[in-house]
């Protein structure tokens, strides 16, 4: 199978480099990557020195992230990662990514392990920037996929190779 190792992406007609997609583009995986001995507030200050926010921006980024940490009922933001459960660090990991300054978000089997009302929440927090975000994800939960595309690629691997069937 033919893999690709180059090309070109264009948005509004526009080329854009590879710092620029980086820098529009939020990728939230199933298997999340925090420092465990941070708290909350210690990643939303790495997040920032890593991504070089000013300081005007650096206060936007922390009050949108502590916003969504407590739509989601995270509120022990002191408390260090390693003592959080598996939906706690999601929540967190997912409010660092999504309070950035994006245009493209990316989400590997979202919301998997979140409780039911907290996968509520975060759907409701993407579809409110849905008109301005472009959201793509992957997911083998059908309930995920009823509720939350607008359109669908299935991907099937069969003897004839990759079928890509869309809905609309």
């Known amino acids: 199978m033919y893999l690709p190792n180059h090309g070109k992406i264009l ?7 590879q710092e620029e997609i980086k820098i529009q583009t939020a990728f939230i995986p199933c298997d999340i ?29 922390k009050d949108k992230v502590v916003k969504y940490l407590k739509k989601l009922n ?21 409010s ?3 309070s950035r300054d994006i245009q493209v978000l990316l989400l590997d089997e979202p919301f998997n392990v979140l ?9 409701e927090i993407i579809q409110s920037v849905k008109s301005y975000i472009l959201v793509i ?3 083998h939960q059908r309930q ?4 939350f595309a607008d359109q669908t690629i299935v991907l099937n691997q069969e003897k004839t190779g990759l079928d890509l069937r869309s809905r609309y």
């Open 11 to 17: 948005y509004d007609q526009k080329l854009l480099t």
């Open 137 to 139: 994800f992957s997911s």
């Open 74 to 94: 995270l509120n022990d933001l002191d408390k260090a990662v390693e003592e959080y459960s598996s939906g706690m660090k999601y929540k967190l990991y997912f």
């Open 33 to 61: 990557g925090l420092y465990p001995l941070l708290g909350a507030y210690d990643h939303i200050n790495l997040v920032a020195e890593l991504w070089d926010m000013k300081k005007e921006t650096y206060k936007k980024y």
């Open 115 to 123: 409780d039911e009302k907290s996968q509520k929440i975060a759907m």
């Open 96 to 98: 660092l990514m999504f």
């Open 144 to 147: 995920t996929i009823e509720q």
